[in-house]
């Protein structure tokens, strides 16, 4: 029974690791990598799609991106997109291709890219001590019922408070390395 809702507690917190990725992937290095478009919607047959669904983004090289979209008639609409996307990217086409290179950072983007990371490692750490919350809620509920006994509630406690831990050290370790990935010139 404290098992599965450790088991539980494991697996929502690692939800909120994998969420903080996703995240940190949509904030921008130098350099170029694919994921940076994952947020951009394209108009397509009058519903917004991901870029993804509708075209081949590869890396051209280090600073830039290529764009391939699977119809032609979707050049414009792409390029659009990326650039409402306040993502500071500036598409150029050239026939069926959309080349995006990506700009040298500038030590003022930088420092609000970090603010940024900062912010989604702070939601991500709220995340996993909502999950101890919830889990301990779920310990007290059995001692109430008198499943467990208190003894077995105060070891599930500590067993929690480290699970929660660890997994708060794994955001503050994932916060480092983006820091440093975004002040690397």
Do not use: C
Not at 72 to 93: F, Q, R, W, Y
Not at 101 to 118: G, S, V, Y
């Amino acid at each position: 029974m404290i098992e599965d809702i450790k088991t539980d507690a494991k697996a929502r917190m690692g939800k909120a690791l994998d969420a903080l990725a996703g995240n940190f992937n949509k904030i921008r290095t130098g350099r170029a990598h694919p994921s940076i478009l994952d947020g951009v919607q394209v108009s397509y047959y009058g519903s917004d799609t991901p870029l993804s669904q509708i075209a081949n983004v590869v890396v051209d090289d280090a600073r830039t991106l290529s764009v391939t979209p699977w119809e032609k008639n979707l050049v414009p609409d792409i390029e659009k997109a990326i650039m409402k996307s306040d993502l500071g990217l500036n598409p150029s086409t050239a026939g069926t291709v959309i080349r995006i290179p990506m700009p040298m950072l500038t030590e003022e983007t930088r420092k609000n890219f970090i603010r940024q990371a900062r912010s989604e490692a702070e939601t991500a750490r709220v995340s996993i001590r909502n999950v101890r919350r919830d889990v301990l809620a779920d310990v007290k509920s059995l001692v109430k019922d008198k499943a467990i006994s208190e003894d077995d509630e105060r070891r599930a406690s500590d067993d929690i408070q480290k699970i929660t831990d660890r997994f708060v050290a794994d955001v503050d370790k994932a916060l480092a390395g983006k820091e440093k990935d975004l002040m690397e010139i």
